[in-house]
């Protein structure tokens, strides 16, 4: 039952962050899914990564669609507002959120079928209005809550558990990110925290729309011979571009490493993106070289994990809109009633 | 071709100007109705135009009324021809003794007029073509040429509307000559050429005194300006987009940082109607006021969304602007076919807060209230407009605002209520008035975050599948609604001058309509109580309005009567007693339609409507 908390038996010497929080402070109620579901992996790597970057919980608005992966947000964060949303219309929930607050993180989750599919439009728009946001969609190929259809993202040719072969094409959603704007673009795996929980750091620092797509096995559905988002496929299948690390501004920590080796992304909120380059000729600065990369593995039946895209000078909806750096829920009667003079000079105009 | 009997009147008459769609004639025509409302005469205008922008017929209908009637009356004293696609149509329009002003540059054979209406000819393509070399120019100003020329046939006084071009192209010396010379031009040629004045003239009079003339639309964005607004998420609509775009330049004018430059307000066009009421949800739950302004077809769209609101209890304003319906039915022309469609938006036991407002004024003052109600009340609250009253201009009682008014935030949680222990369950009905209290995000660090969700949960806000956590949430949205009568604005009851058995309900933009449709009743010996009906739930004055009457009419402009099912299924009223009255043909109802209705339907029924006083 999701609504238990979990228990706080903490031993005393449980590692504790800048704030004083344990790792237990960023987890939320007990997890309803399968076990062994690759969406409890990612929900971990989220309290892990907003541990790792003393986040205040509560400045946290975590908001989802409907799916198994969109109930994850009440697993995680116990401490912040969640919204579970409408099927594939989080996007859109999230941009009004993040219009009415802007000094909150935003970390929208979705999956593939809300995301790929019913949701693809919110997706898209949500991408190139530039909304401030961390995106995580948590793809295994299948509708898991509806028991195990083909999703948009799911590979033709793969297999379902009942054995019928998907004949449609997928959808990418890195690539399409790519191509519609979003300035931080990652794919992952959910079974891969190492490189998992730097991706998230580097999403939630990053300041504008921030995709990662996790291949996030369902252990129900989608984990059989012929399905290509099991642990199996897509561990023997995963060619990572490099290894992020986040360095915020405090940190000592970028002095100690040999110079050559990393390539350093200085983010809005002064965060430094570490890039450990395991492919000598990736560039993540380069949007459509990250296109064509995505696709030329594609085509060699390779799953390209890592960062794939940043753009460190990226601005974010607001600052398009021109608006205020106060929140606007924040704008008291004062700031936005005009007052009965400012009428009564419009009272004149009109006769 | 004078014909004996023309129509004589000052003050009194409705003038019609055919055009083409995009000949630029819409501020011509507007020139002249404000001109004469200058003079101190009530005007009504009305467009009537085509869903698309270029070359079909449009015509802007004005009615004088020194009485001060402002619904449609029908029918034409004068039309002003110079749509050659429709002159056969607009030849017939026009009432017998009326007058029919048309471009005699190519002069017309007899047989294309009638011999009961007099006609005007005035060369104004010829005038143009001697006087601008420009074809773009020789377009616009006939336009202006034909109202100098109006000025001189109804007496009016020039001076008038050359102050008004003065007034509109205010800065622009090199526009306002051009336009006052066409104007000049235009008047002259009548004046020289013409018997005028006609049997139609405009006298100076004192009956406009210091009411405003504007749109509805404009006001309802004035209404969310002043209601604090400050996230819209919307997509274009015929005929709603008006109220973003008066939100965004009043926004512009009035909430513009003076140091910074920035913008205390965000408009975002959204992808979609689904994607612009979702970010009013997503703004919302975060506790900004905000809303979106859509028609027929976005209300449709928006269901889904519209049921989770109301089940997560998250303010939303939506201004619904109604047009004809179903499906993209007739998008410029008028209805109130959305009533049922808002009051029960989505699938299962939804039910919402409407507010009806009759006028410009009231889209600005319900257009704000609706902000409150909707924080008050965490629910959505709709503002049914529709196309008459948003795209027309209208006069109407002054804006006004009472400066120590404060927002209604309705029942938030704060910081310190968390600190000082205040018990938080999300949807405990603390008050027994069925509004729980709502934390904002990013409120506290511990305490007071919930998840918000449209699947059942208990009073806490942890989900939950038993029957009883879901039968009280049911019961507390339910005593919710009941609280919110007594929040939305009361009815309107009009006595008839003598005690009556026979009621009639009217919502909107019917308002105008009903009130000269009450006089003529009452001319004829008719007695009627009226009652307008501001607002949805019903409150118990509406009840007890049709208990009171043997028969209540319900006036309404769509084809189902839509009201009327409203009444009867909220107040389990007998069908019998209430009576359609329906108007739906895309024009705005008229009281002629009205009176003709209740008359015919009284004498049918041989209904007496006149109780007899006990001597
Ligand atoms: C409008 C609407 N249509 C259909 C559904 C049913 N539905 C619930 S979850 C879901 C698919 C979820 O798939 P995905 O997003 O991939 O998440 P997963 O469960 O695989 O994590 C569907 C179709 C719904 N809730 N709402
Ligand atoms: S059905 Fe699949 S996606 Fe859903 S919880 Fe189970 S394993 Fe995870």
Redesign the pocket.
Known sequence: MTYLAKPKLLSADAPKNALGYTRRDYEGAISTLCAGCG?DSISASIVQACFDLDIEPHRVAKLS??????KTPDYFLGNSHGFNS???RMPSVLTGAALANRNLIYLGV??????AS?GIGQFAHAMRRGVNMTYIV???G?????KG?F?ATADKGSKSKKGVINSDNPIDLAALALQLGATYVARSFSGDKEQLVPLIKGALCHNGPALIDVL?P?VTFNNHGGSTRSYDYVRQHNEAVNRVEVILPRDPIETSYPPGSLRRVVQHDGSILHLRKLDIDYDPSDRIGAINHLQERQALGEIVTGLLYVDSSAQDMHSHLNTVEKPLNQLGDAYLCPGSKALDALNALLR | MTSAQSIESSNDFVIKFANVNGSGSSSANELFARAVMRMGVPVAPRNIFPSNIQGLPTWYEVRVSEAGWLGARGGCDMMIAMNPQTWDRDVAAVDAGGYLFYDSTKPMPASKFRDDITVLGVPLTAMCNREYTDPRQRQLFKNVMYVGALIALLDMEFSVAEALIVDRYRGKDPLIQANVHALRLGYDYVRAHLPCPIGLTVRRADAVGDRIFIDGNSACGLGAVYGGATVAGWYPITPSTSVIESFTSYCRKFRTDPDSGHARYAAVQAEDELASIGMVIGAAWNGARAFTATSGPGISLMQ?FFGLAYFAEIPAVIFDVQRGSPSTGMPTRTQQSDLLACAYASHGDTRHVLLFPENPYECFTFGALAFDLADRLQTPVFVLSDLDMGMNESLCKPFDWDDSRRYDRGKLMTYEDLEAGKDFGRYLDVDGDGIPYRTIPGTHPTKGAYFTRGTTRNAYAKYSEAGTDYVYNMERLRRKFDTAKALVPAPILKKAAQPTRIGVIYYGSTSPAMAEAGALLEADGIHVDTLRVCGFPFCDEIMQFIADHEQVFVVEQNESGQLRSLLINEGEIDPKKLVRVLHYDGSPITARFISGRIADALSDRKISPIRKVAS
């Open positions: 969406h669609g409907i799916g198994c992966s969109s409408v099927h594939g979705s999956g593939d079928g809300d995301s019913i948590e793809n295994n299948v509708y898991g809550l509806t259809q999703s996030s369902c | 889904e």
